[in-house]
């Protein structure tokens, strides 16, 4: 399921709401769906009386944003115990386990992202760029987990890391050369 909501108010005031919702046959029926919603909001500020009249200045946006998206980096049915056939040592058919140990609380790995950003064009959009901070967190990310090795069992798939981005982008761009017939970039 998806739904996405727009609101542009005079050019100026922009806003965004968007709602997923999936499910995995990777999880359990506990955990087999995963709602992630998002939200942004920007402020056109060129299209302000303060800016219209700057002519220099072709376009300058602030936004920001929130959101949550999932992951399901994991192999089919991993909450399942799996049989494999195989051969004895006698050469007689055998069933054995499969070589992953099921996991029942298996779930979405979730990721919520943060973002403020400034994007910005000059001189009739020759001079154009971005400016983004933003701050990332996994809950939960989806590994291969240590289990009893006595086990015999190859790997466990757990919800076992928490991992946390921050960073800042920057990037600016431009027409060089711009004539009728010919542009770089």
């Known amino acids: 399921?998806?739904?996405?909501?727009?609101?542009?108010?005079d050019a100026r005031y922009l806003t965004e709401l968007s709602l997923r919702a999936d499910a995995s046959s990777k999880f359990g029926p506990d955990n087999r769906?995963?709602?992630?919603?998002?939200?942004?909001?920007?402020?056109?500020?060129k299209n302000e009386a303060f800016l219209k009249e700057v002519h220099?200045?072709?376009?300058?946006?602030?936004?920001?944003?929130?959101?949550?998206?999932?992951?399901?980096?994991?192999?089919?049915?991993?909450?399942?115990?799996?049989?494999?056939?195989?051969?004895?040592?006698?050469?007689?058919?055998?069933?054995?386990?499969?070589?992953?140990l099921p996991n029942q609380r298996i779930q979405w790995e979730m990721t919520t992202e943060y973002n403020l950003g400034l994007d910005f064009a000059f001189f009739h959009n020759r001079l154009y760029g971005t400016l983004d901070i933003y701050h990332r967190y996994t809950d939960?990310?989806?590994?291969?987990?240590?289990?009893?090795m006595e086990s015999g069992l190859g790997y466990f798939s757990a919800n076992l890391i928490d991992m946390t981005n921050r960073g800042v982008e920057f990037l600016i761009g431009g027409d060089i050369i711009q004539t009728k017939d010919f542009v770089w970039s």
């Open 56 to 100: 220099p200045i072709s376009d300058l946006k602030l936004r920001f944003s929130w959101g949550k998206t999932g992951s399901t980096n994991v192999a089919d049915f991993s909450y399942l115990q799996y049989f494999s056939k195989n051969t004895s040592y006698g050469g007689n058919p055998a069933v054995s386990l499969d070589n992953t």
């Open 1 to 9: 399921m998806y739904s996405r909501l727009s609101y542009d108010y």
């Open 140 to 148: 939960g990310a989806l590994a291969a987990s240590p289990h009893i």
């Open 33 to 45: 769906w995963g709602v992630f919603p998002a939200v942004s909001v920007g402020w056109r500020l």
